[in-house]
């Protein structure tokens, strides 16, 4: 069972009291803006890169050999800086437990049946073991990539994601609504599941880590829960991830989590000028070890180009108290 | 003192907009108490809610979180409504239709704001989920004599999917009997007639008017 809960960070707002807390917030509120997401439908892997390299599906992804000569040869028609790892949005969920079906390989795992009826039931979630099944298995792929010398994203996924594939959305978010503490214990329970396996993943040398949570967006929540939920999870775990992560690692926010940030006054951001233009990739790549988080594009918009040279940081606001 | 049935209606559609499930539940079982028609507390308290909870989403003041709360109260307001309907009002007219999302996809939350949009916009909604098999949709086609069938997908590489289907309900000889249309982030109109769907509709709102305007004078047929 998950154990443990992320550092409690209080609200802002609150702080100026009551009745400036709800014009604080309700100022706020509109200022989230959305980021178009055109990126992340992509999921699984072709049938010709798996064909090419005569592999078959689901059995390759059982294995980190396989999943190291499935990441290189899609970077390798990709043309990106960096190989990305998993190939699916669903490895967390699965590795607390989730339902998954393989399929055909089209899509990638998805899953199959939902956990749970009642968010209550997830508090029970067992906590990720690294060491077994798919996730020991892209783990151990993302370090024999970072062994042969290339760079590996790490995908992490936020609650609302991880979440749609365990039980019926439409739970979460009345939970985020009409149970809000329910919502908050139970996502700090997953953020400690994340944290941990961002760690796992630096063992591996993998330096960059990208977290996206686009089922929470601003644009399906909507701005007033949007701000709730930075408020009750994404900042903290930002600000937790930051703490906990090594020097040399760099987070990579999806643009919806960095628009969230900002909007709430959470977060500012800061230019790091590069040696010149770049794709926005090769950028994140040549800011390792110099700046902690970037977020102002999607990793996987691998045709931005950072013409004038410089690479927006991600700073979290030191007033924010934590 | 007693409410007037203008009083009730009010409050029932009220009581949809500020998502208040408590209060829909004592405000329709006063209404039936009254002796008033089921139907009317529906339709005119009900769904009337429901269209300005449309309307609010349409503006962006609600949104998809809303929408769900707002049709718990709803559907808590139809659960006692709906026993006292059949005593009063014939509703075989209601026209059909069956929703999902295609197989290989799970992103079902468009899909569950659309069926609550047509439900309340008078369909007989059936929701086979998400990844749903294409021989699922046609089977409940068959099955249920639906009027409409509708897709969805947030993902590229299960479009195909609703082609499989249109080509499915082709080859069953079905296609002229229910009208199909589409919708999901990559979808568009040009999509929606390269594949012969009858239409597409970026959002839940759109898709109820383009619903109502696709079976419009098309009864049940015998299949």
Known sequence: ?322 | MNRSKEDLLQSLSRSVVEMEEKEITETAREYIDAGYPAFDGIMDGLADGMKKVSDLFDEEEYFVTDVLLCSDAMYAGLDVLKPHLEQDKDVSCRKKAVIGVVEGDTHDIGKNLVRIMLETGGFEMYDLGRDVPSDKFIDKVKETGADLLCMSTLMTTTMTGMKDVIDKLKADGIRDKVKVMIGGSPISQKYADKIGADGYSANAVEAVQLAKKLTEGNGHGER
């Open chain 1, 1 to 322: 069972m998950i154990s443990g809960s992320m550092n409690s960070c209080g609200e802002t707002a609150a702080f100026f009291g009551p009745a400036v807390s709800v014009f604080l917030r309700r100022s706020i509120m509109d200022r989230i803006a959305d980021f178009e997401c055109t990126y992340d439908n992509a999921a699984g892997v072709s049938r010709e890169i798996m064909e090419s390299l005569d592999l078959t599906y689901p059995d390759a992804f059982f294995h980190a050999a396989d999943i190291v000569k499935i990441a290189e040869a899609v970077r390798k028609k990709e043309g990106t800086a960096f190989c990305e790892l998993p190939f699916d949005h669903v490895l967390e969920a699965e590795s607390m437990g989730g339902i998954v079906k393989y399929g055909d390989g089209m899509t990638g795992p998805l899953a199959k049946e939902y956990l749970a009826s009642d968010m209550k039931e997830l508090l029970e979630l067992p906590e990720i073991d690294f060491t077994r099944g798919r996730m020991k298995e892209v783990l151990s792929a993302c370090g024999e990539i970072r062994r042969r010398g290339e760079q590996v994203v790490l995908d992490v996924c936020g609650p609302f994601t991880i979440l749609n594939f365990l039980i019926d959305t439409t739970q979460v978010f009345k939970s985020l609504r009409k149970e809000p503490k329910l919502f908050a214990e139970l996502s700090g329970k997953i953020g400690v599941q994340l944290l941990r396996y961002i760690k796992e993943a630096e063992k591996q040398g993998v330096q960059m880590i990208s977290y996206a949570d686009s089922v929470g967006s601003v644009k399906i929540l909507g701005p007033k829960l949007a701000a709730q939920a930075v408020e009750d999870f994404t900042f903290c775990f930002v600000k937790q991830m930051l703490e906990q992560k090594r020097a040399d690692t760099l987070i990579l926010l999806c643009p919806k989590t960095t628009f969230a940030l900002l909007g709430t006054g959470k977060a500012a951001l800061e230019d790091y000028r590069l040696p010149g233009p770049m794709t926005y990739g090769e950028g994140c790549i040549a800011a390792i070890g110099k700046i902690d988080m970037a977020g102002q594009q999607c990793i996987k918009n691998i045709h931005y180009t950072l013409k004038d040279g410089v690479l927006k940081q991600v700073v979290l606001k030191s007033q924010s108290r934590g």
